[in-house]
């Protein structure tokens, strides 16, 4: 099984919005609905953002959104905040109790 | 809000096994049904799931690592551990413990400890 796909990068000034992909197979994302999405700052443990394609855990502003076509996910950050500067990993469930991370998209609010 | 911290040698020598101990805080770790999850990070890289376990001792592995992981889970200390064999350099990594409450999103981390193999 190999990680899912998400560009390296992707970058925004304050107030845009902007779109981060995370591709997978029909055996992961494809597949199932349990597609989560992590916010990672230097040097700091991952944060639960989205889950469930597009579910927000209380607490995570509204600004974050997440959708799913087919076998890509994506996490959309709306109204960029300097804040929101981060490393950001796609997850997705690949049966049998077994899960798949993207390799991750650094963020840059320009 | 649970809260979860990672304890071990942060140094390990080839070949031998890394061992890791995560103690559950502000929660039981055999309430409520969550999956106690291990999730390593290589230096400069992406999250890797290591596997997880459920209270009752039943474990998932990453198949990539299944033939040298063994995971448990000590109820009474509200503890679970992590043990990789073999290691080689390739295992240097932040290890971060997790717990995902439905099986299925992991919601709580443990800040994270770093464990170097090296001679």
């Known amino acids: 099984q190999s990680a899912l796909t998400q560009p390296p990068s992707a970058s925004g000034s304050p107030g845009q919005s902007v779109t981060i992909p995370c591709t997978g197979t029909?055996?992961?994302?494809?597949?199932?609905?349990?597609v989560s999405w992590y916010q990672q700052h230097p040097g700091k443990a991952p944060r639960l953002m989205i889950y469930?394609?597009?579910k927000r855990p209380s607490g995570v502003p509204d600004r974050f959104s997440g959708s799913k076509s087919g076998n890509t996910a994506s996490l959309t950050v709306s109204g960029l905040q300097a804040e929101d500067e981060a490393d950001y990993y796609c997850?997705?469930?690949?049966?049998?109790?077994?899960?798949?991370f993207g390799g991750g998209t650094t963020l840059t609010v320009l | 809000q649970v809260q979860l911290q990672e304890s071990g040698p942060g140094l390990v020598k080839p070949s031998e096994t890394l061992s890791l101990t995560c103690t559950v805080s502000?929660?039981?770790?055999?309430?409520?049904?969550?999956?106690w999850t291990w999730v390593r990070q290589l230096p400069g890289k992406g999250l890797e799931w290591i596997g997880y376990?459920?209270?009752?001792?039943?474990?998932y592995y990453n198949p990539s690592l299944e033939s040298r992981i063994t995971m448990s889970v000590d109820t009474p200390k509200d503890q679970f551990s992590l043990k990789l064999s073999s290691v080689t350099a390739a295992d240097t990594a932040v290890y971060y413990c997790?717990?995902?409450?439905?099986?299925?999103?992991?919601?709580?981390w443990g800040q994270g400890t770093l464990v170097t193999v090296s001679s």
């Open positions: 997790s717990r995902s409450s439905d099986g299925y999103n992991f919601d709580s």
């Open positions: 502000n929660g039981s770790i055999s309430s409520g049904g969550s999956y």
């Open positions: 376990i459920y209270y009752s001792g039943t474990t």
């Open positions: 029909s055996s992961d994302v494809g597949g199932y609905k349990y």
């Open positions: 469930e394609v597009s």
């Open positions: 997850c997705s469930y690949a049966g049998s109790n077994h899960f798949l």
